[in-house]
């Protein structure tokens, strides 16, 4: 373990662990709390060091649009970077259905389940998630996810912390079979289980966005 102490209101520390050959970081530093998440400067610089290519932020501040109308806009296999920073509690969610004048019919624990099958559908091979929440199970293995980078971002006081867990996709996107009808079989989104896990990843050296990005993910990295 590598310890580093920092400026007065910083804790760092460092933990690098060796899973199935893979270097994971894991780093807690503290920040003042802001419901804009993408503002608060560790979570801020973190976004930076992973951004490349094509970023999907489906979750932006404030809400604009239900995520499933937002995800069904790209391609699957497509996003280079996913920003999956969704309500945190079923509070918050209907906090956000209402504030836009939505109606919200499900609160039930399975829709994260579902918008994280959603969203991990639109990631190609090698692709990063970053999720941020008051958990660290992210996408997880079973969709062919490993863990790369955690970050624990401390606010003091009765703040929960925020965890971002910054994940790879390991498994292949192959064709959606047909069945005998000629429509997509059961599952719309299949892996190739037999897929090699990537190398360590290391920061992008290209830190430019894409100009096709939308909007909401440039309204929250304002003033980062």
Same mark, same amino acid.
Request: aromatic share 4%; proline share 3%; glycine share 10%.
């Given at each position: 373990m590598e310890k580093r102490f920092g400026m007065k209101k910083e804790i760092?520390? *460092?933990? !690098?662990?060796?899973?199935? %050959? /893979?270097?994971?970081?894991?780093?807690?530093?503290?920040?003042?709390p802001n419901k804009r998440t993408f503002q608060i400067k560790p979570?801020?610089?973190?976004?930076?060091?992973?951004?490349?290519?094509l970023i999907l932020d489906p979750f932006p501040f404030p809400y604009k649009e239900d995520v499933f109308d937002y995800l069904i806009k790209f391609k699957d296999g497509s996003a280079d970077v996913v920003l999956f920073d969704p309500p945190y509690s079923p509070r918050q969610l209907k906090e956000c259905y209402d504030n836009k004048g939505m109606v919200l019919h499900d609160t039930k624990s399975s829709l994260w389940a579902k918008w994280k099958?959603?969203? *991990?559908? !639109?990631?190609?091979?090698? %692709? /990063?998630?970053?999720?941020?929440?008051?958990?660290?199970?992210?996408?997880?293995?079973?969709?062919?996810f490993e863990i790369v980078e955690i970050l624990?971002?401390?606010?003091?006081?009765?703040?929960?912390?925020?965890?971002?867990?910054?994940?790879?996709?390991?498994?292949?996107?192959?064709?959606t079979p047909l069945n005998s009808k000629g429509s997509p079989?059961?599952?719309?989104?299949?892996?190739?289980?037999?897929?090699?896990?990537?190398?360590?990843?290391k920061c992008p050296s290209d830190t430019s966005l894409n100009p096709n990005i939308m909007f909401n993910l440039r309204d929250n990295l304002a003033g980062v």
């Open positions: 760092h520390f *460092a933990v !690098k662990t060796i899973l199935r %050959g /893979i270097m994971m970081m894991i780093n807690r530093t503290w920040a003042m979570i801020g610089e973190l976004i930076k060091k992973y951004k490349k290519g099958d959603e969203v *991990a559908s !639109k990631i190609k091979p090698g %692709g /990063i998630c970053i999720s941020f929440g008051w958990s660290s199970n992210g996408l997880g293995k079973t969709r062919g624990l971002v401390a606010h003091g006081g009765n703040h929960n912390d925020t965890i971002c867990v910054v994940e790879r996709r390991t498994e292949q996107l192959i064709a079989s059961e599952n719309s989104l299949n892996m190739d289980l037999t897929a090699t896990a990537s190398p360590t990843p």
